[in-house]
């Protein structure tokens, strides 16, 4: 495609876009990384945030039929219901339902994550409130972060670029993970957390292959 026809194709991106109240792709992709380069200097700029002691000091402590923090763990399994919901959905579903919901079959992958995130969302989060610490707490918030880096990548798949959102996706997923990781080792470091120091010191070591 020359310059030309990109050009052109951009204007009536614009024209179309302008018809129906909405910008065109080119901007949204615009926007999407201005703001994602003002959040990730505002990140770097600021300096880590401690987590408190008293973060782990949720509201229902009752044990019921053996299980501690009973409400907080139980409140968990609508997560495995949705994950297990989800995944049978993408991967089962006929070609005639697939192509009703999705204009690419591709378009599925993100949402994969997505499911498979969530039904470890809930073993990781059960697992973290059955006895609430920090060393637990990695567990709960790794397979949430890649649930929601998996819906950026959904979203830059859909509304963007079928190719830069799948290109994108294992990068955003790492992106995810690392940062689980790299806020552990700063809890560990700062001392937030003394009981969990064997397992720092292996994800620290684990963290010098991200630099």
Not at 115 to 131: E, P
Not at 162 to 186: K, M, N, Q, T
Request: proline share 5%; aromatic share 10%; charged share 15%.
């Amino acid at each position: 495609m020359t310059a030309l026809d990109s050009d052109a194709t951009w204007e009536m991106e614009k024209a179309a876009a302008s018809m129906r109240g909405t910008i065109s792709k080119r901007v949204g992709a615009w926007v999407l990384l201005i703001l994602a380069a003002l959040m990730a200097t505002v990140v770097f700029v600021l300096p880590p945030v401690p987590q408190p002691k008293t973060y782990h000091q949720f509201a229902d402590q009752r044990t019921h039929f053996g299980i501690a923090n009973f409400a907080d763990v139980t409140s968990n399994l609508p997560f495995a219901v949705v994950g297990v919901w989800g995944l049978v959905f993408l991967l089962r579903s006929k070609s005639k339902e697939r192509a009703a919901h999705f204009l690419d079959p591709r378009e599925r992958r993100p949402y994969v994550f997505v499911f498979a995130g969530l039904l470890c969302t809930a073993a990781g989060s059960s697992y973290y409130h059955l006895q609430p610490d920090n060393s637990r707490l990695v567990w709960d918030r790794l397979p949430m972060a890649i649930v929601f880096m998996s819906m950026v990548g959904a979203v830059i798949t859909e509304r963007i670029s079928l190719r830069a959102g799948l290109w994108l996706l294992p990068v955003l997923i790492a992106i995810g993970a690392g940062s689980v990781f790299e806020w552990y080792e700063v809890s560990c470091t700062a001392g937030v957390t003394c009981a969990c120091m064997p397992q720092c010191r292996r994800i620290r070591r684990l963290s010098c292959l991200w630099r």
